[in-house]
């Protein structure tokens, strides 16, 4: 029982604090419109592909697990915040311990990519034809995605110490994971060298998925693809949750008692 | 009945550092345990060990009679943390905050609103209910801090520095909302200061310097191994004035301080105050009861000496 009323109070907590966040909300929000706004009628003139989609709906699946990826990773990397201002040990001390704290963060960071990536999906029908069967199944795997970019926020979070903004992160992580996937442009037209990265990476997965579900050509076959973003998810869970060395977390640039002694 | 904490040669180490050489301690339920030393003593290490948060180098802890290390969530179940630096949330009300705690205690539903509902009337933040954490001033922040450790009634309280830069008013209610936790329910407070005087009250003090314990005891007790007044002496003569008062047979200790010397007197007050009134070179002299702060200076300086 403990466990779950701590999993509901992270969750809870998280949820609030993304609605009052309102500009990282509105912007995780708006990133995604902008995208398909400027690259998407942009390409959409020039770009020919080999399924004969239009880019524009071709790039429509892509932006929507972009949405779920910033939303969801994002919201899991506030872990270090945490840490930082003391939240993380509160949360720890209780009797729920380390796996439900993780388990709480993942869902709350879940639901806010579900929330970001399911606007984007709600327009849908502008862009692509789409069933509701098919918007019924672009939920799901949105779902999916979304707790694997939950999780992997919360891999990234359990080994950083400190966080001075979230650009880094996004320089640094998402953006090489969103463009070396299929999130943009087809993998088989990738540079040889970047092709196999492509491939190894789940954000391809994930891209993959939702063009299943949404009724799009795809390079991974939808067992395959569902069964990395769902392998993903679950290693790395596990993974963070056995790198999650919480007394590492409580003192990341010097021990209490490394402190000079100084006279009364 | 089981001790609220029971601790054998507990200690710490970060990597070459000994935070926290063996603590041996014995505290009984419903009593008030002052932590102190200097910074770097290793008190924050002491209390994160009992809390679970830290696990032993070395020795052991039981927290009413769970082990530390081995039964961690039953220990967590028993415990009210504070650490030095206030845990609320900014971005959530008072309100919010306690309802997450309350949560995170293991309480739900209706139990857990009504815990959030009763701890705001109690430590009177129904004002304030509804603000953002991040509004309060620092002495409100504590005290929701305060709010949120005691919310479900636990058994024994770990408080970092619970005062460390409030204001005399909210340290005195504080420290009130803490004496009534104690009379009312029971519950043991282990706690660390830097305020001494705050300590003066405690069933039994912990001096701890360089991780080791340098002093255990009853405040009194402790004050009375240095003499029932302590001399304050400043000026050039202030050395051959010690040297006199241990002549007369007066002197227990004395403590150099970076103003003058300290001697702990016992005995006829009145022979050493015509003495120190003979005395040349004497800028100041002063009399007054032992406190726990010349025990700290005693004790410390011996440890790091």
């Known amino acids: 029982m403990s466990r779950w009323s701590a999993v509901h109070g992270i969750v809870a907590r998280d949820l609030t604090r993304s609605t009052r966040q309102t500009s990282r909300l509105l ?9 398909l706004l400027l690259v998407g009628t942009g390409y959409n003139a020039i770009a020919t592909l080999d399924s004969g989609l239009p880019y524009r709906a071709f790039v429509f699946p892509g932006i929507v697990v972009m949405a779920a990826l910033f939303g969801g990773t994002l919201t899991a990397i506030a872990t270090v915040y945490d840490r930082e201002f003391g939240m993380l040990r509160l ?24 929330f ?9 029908p502008l862009v692509l034809e789409v069933t509701p069967a098919r918007w019924l199944a672009g939920l799901v795997a949105l779902v999916a995605v979304s707790a694997m970019s939950a999780v992997l926020g919360l891999l990234v979070a359990v ?22 996937s299929g999130a943009l442009y087809p993998t088989a037209g990738m540079p040889g060298a970047l092709r196999p990265l492509a491939r190894a990476n789940p954000v391809t997965a994930a891209v993959d998925l939702l063009r299943h579900a949404l009724g799009q ?7 395959t693809a569902a069964g990395v973003v769902v392998g993903v998810t679950v290693l790395a869970f596990l993974l963070a949750a056995g790198l999650f060395d919480p007394e590492k977390r409580f003192f990341p640039r010097r021990p209490p008692g490394s402190a000079p002694v100084t006279p009364p | ?60 802890a039981r927290v009413f009679g769970h082990d530390v290390e081995r039964e961690r969530a039953a220990v967590r179940r028993r415990l009210g943390l504070l650490f030095q630096e206030t845990s609320v949330d900014g971005l959530l009300t008072v309100e919010e905050n306690l309802l997450f705690a309350a949560r995170l205690a293991g309480l739900a539903g209706r139990p857990a609103r009504a815990a959030v509902s009763d701890t705001i009337q109690r430590i009177g933040l129904g004002s304030r209910a509804q603000q953002a954490a991040r509004e309060l001033s620092g002495g409100w922040r504590r005290l929701l801090d305060i709010a949120r450790a005691t919310l479900h009634r636990p058994d024994l309280l770990i408080l970092d520095e619970p005062t460390v830069g409030l204001d005399p008013e909210h340290r005195d209610t504080i420290w009130s909302l803490l004496d009534a936790e104690r009379r009312g329910h029971g519950t043991t407070v282990f706690f660390s200061t830097h305020y001494l005087t705050e300590a003066e009250p405690a069933d039994r003090v912990v001096l701890l310097a360089r991780g080791r314990v340098v002093a255990n005891g009853i405040p009194a007790e402790l004050r009375g191994e240095l003499g029932e007044e302590m001399a304050e002496i400043e000026g050039d003569g202030a050395e051959r004035l010690a040297s006199a008062l241990r002549g007369l047979g ?47 200076f005693a004790r410390t300086r011996q440890a790091t000496a």
């Open chain 1, 159 to 180: 080994r950083i110490r400190s966080v001075e903004n979230f650009a880094g992160i996004i320089n640094v992580v998402l953006f090489p994971l969103l463009f070396l």
């Open chain 1, 27 to 35: 912007g995780g929000v708006a990133r995604p419109f902008m995208w």
């Open chain 2, 1 to 60: 009945m089981s001790l609220a904490i029971e601790t054998g040669g507990l200690g710490r180490d970060y990597g070459d550092v000994r935070a926290l050489e063996g603590l041996d301690l014995e505290v009984a339920p419903g009593t008030v345990v002052g932590l102190l030393g200097p910074n770097g003593a290793g008190k924050t290490t002491a209390m994160l060990l009992l809390a679970t948060l830290l696990s032993p180098s070395r020795g052991g």
């Open chain 1, 116 to 124: 970001q990536g399911g606007i984007v999906l709600a327009f849908a």
């Open chain 1, 91 to 114: 949360m720890l001390a209780s009797p729920a311990g380390v796996w439900a704290v993780l388990a709480g963060r993942a869902i709350a960071a879940t639901l806010v990519g579900v």
């Open chain 1, 217 to 223: 050509p795809a390079e991974i076959e939808t067992s």
């Open chain 2, 250 to 296: 007066s002197a227990r200790v004395v403590l150099r301080t970076g103003r003058g010397l300290r001697v702990g007197i016992s005995g006829e007050r009145h022979a050493v105050v015509e003495l120190a009134g003979q005395a040349p070179g004497i800028d100041r002299f002063a009399l007054r009861p032992t406190s726990l702060e010349d025990v700290y």
